[in-house]
């Protein structure tokens, strides 16, 4: 009796525990080394991204994603395996059909974070190491992206935090690091009698400061946001400079602006537009 339960112990963990275990370790192994695969790709990135200015980064990323990849198919695969050793292909499709159904309605915000993370691959939005926010509740995240997965993506905060974003919570994302030039503005407060006369003057200045600010890209536009006009006139100068230039630009044109228009009693501000 004790022989006979022996030997059926025995033959399950034959035919099934250590098949699954072993399944399970073959995973285990392809994740360990699912990062050097992925750099093994790296002379077909290079070739599809031998335009690409931002290479180095945009590889950093891919490499992060395809090694995510890599060790979620070879775990389902030994799920697969795994279950194979107890039903037949048939049953197999049907269970796999069932499970699927069922987990797409129990994990739908998984399969989301999965399946953004897989556009991630094709698609340039952002890369390791880029300047990012994202708008979230109850503040924006900004920061350095350090790492992408099929999952989450990792941004350390500008206080030296670590934020952990599932991916389908991507929707909205402002990239500080892309883009051909910077965006600033100054705005300016002038009495109304002198609005004609100052107009003229910043037209002027606006070319003439080409040859003034090297981060200038193109002479400045004058806008008034308000339209507004009473004692005092509102106007914001909106000036293009060198990407990640638009601070140092920003300090530029209010010393040139307080230096030429001191006479005409304008209060030049700084406002934001990087």
Same mark, same amino acid.
Do not use: C
């Given at each position: 009796?004790?022989?006979?339960?022996?030997?059926?112990?025995?033959?399950?963990?034959?035919? %099934?525990?250590?098949?699954?275990?072993?399944?399970?370790?073959?995973?285990?192994?392809?994740?360990?080394?699912?990062?050097?695969?992925?750099?093994?790709?790296?002379?077909?990135? !290079?070739?599809?991204?031998?335009?690409?200015?931002?290479?180095?980064?945009?590889?950093?990323?891919?490499?992060?994603?395809?090694?995510?990849?890599?060790?979620?198919?070879? %775990?389902?695969?030994?799920?697969?395996?795994?279950?194979?050793?107890?039903?037949?292909? !048939?049953?197999?499709?049907?269970?796999?059909?069932?499970?699927?159904?069922?987990?797409?309605?129990?994990?739908?915000?998984?399969?989301?974070?999965?399946?953004?993370?897989?556009?991630?691959?094709?698609?340039?939005?952002?890369?390791?190491? !880029?300047?990012?926010?994202?708008?979230?509740?109850?503040?924006?995240?900004?920061?350095?992206?350090?790492?992408?997965?099929?999952?989450?993506?990792?941004?350390?905060?500008? !206080?030296?935090?670590? %934020?952990?974003?599932?991916?389908?919570?991507?929707?909205?994302?402002?990239?500080?690091?892309?883009?051909? %030039?910077?965006?600033?503005?100054?705005?300016?407060?002038?009495?109304?009698?002198?609005?004609?006369?100052?107009?003229?003057?910043?037209?002027?200045?606006?070319?003439?400061?080409?040859?003034?600010?090297?981060?200038?890209?193109?002479?400045?536009?004058?806008?008034?946001?308000?339209?507004?006009?009473?004692?005092?006139?509102?106007?914001?100068?909106?000036?293009?400079?060198?990407?990640?230039?638009?601070?140092?630009?920003?300090?530029?044109?209010?010393?040139?602006?307080?230096?030429?228009?001191?006479?005409?009693?304008?209060?030049?501000?700084?406002?934001?537009?990087?």
């Amino acid at each position: 009796m004790l022989q006979a339960e022996a030997e059926h112990v025995g033959s399950i963990l034959r035919l %099934y525990v250590l098949p699954i275990l072993a399944f399970y370790l073959a995973a285990y192994g392809v994740q360990r080394i699912s990062r050097t695969i992925a750099r093994s790709l790296r002379p077909l990135g !290079d070739w599809a991204m031998s335009g690409n200015p931002r290479r180095v980064e945009r590889q950093r990323t891919l490499q992060a994603l395809i090694a995510s990849a890599i060790s979620i198919a070879a %775990y389902i695969t030994a799920t697969l395996f795994s279950l194979s050793l107890f039903v037949s292909l !048939d049953s197999l499709i049907w269970v796999v059909g069932l499970f699927s159904a069922a987990f797409g309605l129990g994990a739908r915000p998984f399969i989301s974070d999965y399946l953004t993370g897989i556009t991630f691959i094709f698609e340039d939005s952002f890369d390791v190491g !880029d300047k990012i926010e994202i708008p979230a509740s109850p503040k924006s995240v900004e920061g350095v992206v350090e790492a992408v997965t099929l999952r989450t993506t990792r941004i350390r905060g500008m !206080d030296g935090e670590l %934020y952990t974003i599932p991916n389908g919570d991507i929707r909205l994302m402002r990239n500080f690091s892309r883009g051909s %030039y910077s965006m600033t503005t100054v705005t300016l407060t002038i009495p109304a009698p002198e609005l004609k006369q100052t107009l003229t003057r910043l037209e002027d200045l606006g070319n003439e400061a080409m040859a003034l600010l090297p981060n200038l890209l193109e002479p400045w536009q004058v806008i008034s946001k308000s339209g507004e006009l009473g004692e005092r006139a509102e106007l914001t100068i909106l000036a293009k400079a060198r990407f990640g230039k638009g601070a140092v630009l920003r300090t530029n044109l209010l010393t040139l602006l307080q230096e030429r228009l001191s006479d005409a009693a304008v209060e030049p501000d700084a406002a934001p537009g990087e």
